[in-house]
């Protein structure tokens, strides 16, 4: 434990942070998740919308410092990328 009072604070601010950031990755990781899942099951018009709110959660996480903007860009990437293959095939 801390003995200096700066750091003492900042102990206090960081756990806030880290349960105001640990909501939204959740939030994050679901729409992911259900849009991998919608990608999985070839109903091209639920995957893209799908697809399409995970991107926008990513966006948000990324906005807020969740997580880092070249990470949330990566993760776009592969979930269009993969949607691009799913409505080439259809």
Same mark, same amino acid.
Do not use: F, P, W, Y
């Given at each position: 434990?801390?003995?200096?009072?700066?750091?003492?604070?900042?102990?206090?601010?960081? /756990?806030? !942070?880290?349960?105001?950031?640990?909501? +939204?990755?959740?939030?994050?990781? =679901? %729409?992911? @998740?259900?849009?991998?899942?919608?990608?999985?099951?070839?109903?091209?018009? /639920?995957? !893209?919308?799908?697809?399409?709110?995970? +991107?926008?959660?990513?966006?948000? =996480? %990324?906005? @807020?410092?969740?997580?880092?903007?070249?990470?949330?860009?990566?993760?776009?990437?592969?979930?269009?990328?993969?949607?691009?293959?799913?409505?080439?095939?259809?």
């Amino acid at each position: 434990m801390a003995n200096i009072k700066s750091q003492i604070k900042r102990n206090r601010q960081n /756990e806030k !942070r880290r349960l105001r950031n640990r909501t +939204v990755r959740g939030v994050t990781r =679901a %729409a992911i @998740k259900e849009a991998r899942a919608a990608l999985g099951a070839e109903s091209v018009e /639920e995957a !893209r919308a799908a697809t399409m709110l995970a +991107v926008s959660r990513l966006d948000k =996480a %990324a906005q @807020k410092g969740v997580i880092h903007k070249k990470n949330a860009s990566r993760r776009k990437g592969r979930l269009m990328k993969r949607l691009a293959d799913l409505e080439k095939e259809a």
